[in-house]
C-alpha cells in the first residue's frame, strides 16, 4: 500500500514489510550529531524514484555507509558500523551477520556468484567473507589509511579497493593475494567499478581526476579531469 512503514531494529526481533525488489534504495541520517556512534540511521526503499515516499523503511542501529544488490537481487547488504548485515529484500529477514572489522566499514559488494562479499573499513583492511558461513576468508592488508571502496571484476577473479592514502588496489579474492597497486592519484581515492565487460577499471579521487586502467595490464589508458 501507499503507507510507509518504519521498523526499528535489533533485527532478530523485527520483521521487515513486504518488498519491492526493483525499488531504488538510499541512507539518511536521523540524528545532527554525525560524531555520535550510536545514533539511528535510516535505509530507505523507494517504491519509484520520481515519487519521494519510502515502500518500506529500515532503522538501523548504526551508521549505514554502503548497499549492495547481489548479482540477481536475492539478497540485500548493508555496511552498518563496524559489521555487514544481509538480509532477504522480499521477506526482510536477517540472513547474516559479519563481524570483525574494528573500524567503520565504508564500502560493501557482493561476488557475481553471491558466494562472497568483500568489505572495505577505517581500519585500513579489506575483508573477504564466505556469505553462507560468515567466516573471513581473507583478511588483505596494505593500505595505510581508510578504505572507501572495493568492487568485484564482472567474472568474479578480481577484487579492487581504493583507498584514502591516495591508492588503487587489485586483489585474488580467492587466495587474498595482492595483483596490483596503482598509483595514479594524488587525493583520496573515492570510488572504484569495474566496466560490466570487465575490460576496464575505474577510479575516482578528490584530486578531481578519473582515471582508466586496461583491466588486465593495468595500465592508464584514459584520464579525465574535472573541476
Known amino acids: 500500500d501507499d503507507t510507509a512503514k518504519c521498523i526499528r531494529l535489533p533485527h532478530i526481533f523485527k520483521q521487515l514489510a513486504a ?15 554525525h560524531t555520535a556512534t550510536d545514533v539511528p540511521y535510516l535505509i530507505t526503499c523507494l517504491n519509484n524514484p520520481l ?53 567503520l566499514i565504508r564500502s560493501v559488494a557482493f561476488s557475481p556468484n553471491r558466494k562472497q562479499i568483500a568489505s572495505g573499513s577505517d581500519d585500513q583492511t579489506v575483508r ?15 593500505h595505510h589509511s581508510p578504505v572507501s571502496s572495493v568492487h568485484f571484476s564482472p567474472d568474479g577473479k578480481r577484487l579492487v579497493s ?29 570510488a572504484v567499478a569495474w566496466s560490466p565487460c570487465g ?19 593495468f595500465e592508464v589508458k584514459s584520464s579525465l579531469e574535472f573541476d
Not at 19 to 33: F, K, M, N
Not at 201 to 208: K, P, Q, R
Open 19 to 33: 518488498q519491492e525488489p526493483a525499488g531504488v534504495w538510499s541512507s539518511q541520517i536521523l540524528e545532527t550529531d
Open 51 to 103: 515519487i519521494p515516499r519510502p515502500l518500506f523503511t529500515i532503522e538501523g542501529e548504526n551508521m549505514v555507509m554502503s548497499l549492495a544488490y547481489s548479482k540477481c537481487g536475492s539478497q540485500l547488504a548493508r555496511a552498518e558500523g563496524q559489521q555487514v548485515v544481509v538480509c532477504d529484500p522480499v521477506s526482510g529477514f536477517e540472513l547474516h551477520r559479519l563481524q570483525g572489522h574494528t573500524g
Open 128 to 142: 573477504i567473507w564466505n556469505v553462507e558461513t560468515e567466516v573471513c576468508e581473507w583478511t588483505v592488508t596494505g
Open 162 to 190: 581504493g583507498s584514502w592514502d591516495n591508492t588503487v588496489m587489485v586483489w585474488d579474492p580467492s587466495t587474498g593475494e595482492q595483483l596490483c597497486q596503482l598509483k595514479a592519484h594524488s587525493d583520496w581515492v573515492r
Open 199 to 217: 575490460r576496464w577499471l575505474a577510479s575516482g579521487g578528490s584530486d578531481g581526476m578519473v582515471y582508466v586502467y586496461h583491466g588486465k595490464t
